[in-house]
């Protein structure tokens, strides 16, 4: 068994997307970041980060539980760990590094920040909303060029696709029309229809209303 100690952010998301494409059993454990739960003392000894999401699997490699952060090398892990989900071939292997990596440092942290100064920040953040308005739109253009005549970031859908899609599901806090980038906008539609995508996020998005509801309630 898994358990999920997460929420649902854009890289919550990713992690609970990839654990029901992968038919692996999982419990969600909800950190309410919103109430600061990431600082408790039960959660600071999970990650020395303090962020979600984090995964505790019972069933590590070599037999024994293991701990583990940042949503990327949670991927990479439980695509491992069931060998789905990340090509075969050595040159796709390392096309896929790449794509991952360039979401992990350059669209995760832009599109965060411009989430932050769109919907969370002073109305005196033009600067930095133009900045990273900027980034943002130059980061969905390399998207949408590598997405010419490809149906999939790197050949078939993978743990690649699972890593960028949550953060373009915000593309309205982006303030980011997808029509904008019509490859980019196609490959968007064709997995958010996937079961597994839809079952994914409803459950996370119901563990979240839960523990929001009795936070309330306490």
Known sequence: MITQYNWNTSNGYKIAIA?????????????N?????????????LTPNNKIPVIADDDGPDGAAITLFESVAIL???SEKTNLFFPADPRE????????????????????????????????QTYSRGRFTAEVRRLYAVLNTRLEGRDYVVG?????????WPWVARHAWQKVDLAEFPNV??????????????????????ACAAAKSQSSAG
């Open 19 to 31: 654990l029901e494409e992968m038919g692996q059993a999982n419990r969600i454990h909800p950190i």
């Open 33 to 45: 970041i919103g109430a600061d739960d990431q600082f408790s003392e039960m959660f600071s000894a």
């Open 76 to 78: 990479m892990y439980l």
């Open 93 to 124: 292997r390392l096309e896929a590094l790449q794509w991952l990596f360039w979401q992990a440092s350059g669209l995760g942290p832009n599109f965060g920040q411009l989430h932050h100064f769109n919907n969370v920040a002073p109305d005196d």
């Open 156 to 164: 078939d859908y993978s743990i690649v696709d699972m890593n960028i």
């Open 185 to 206: 906008e196609r490959w968007f539609s064709t997995i958010g229809v996937r079961p597994a995508v839809i079952k994914a996020r409803a459950d996370l998005d119901a």
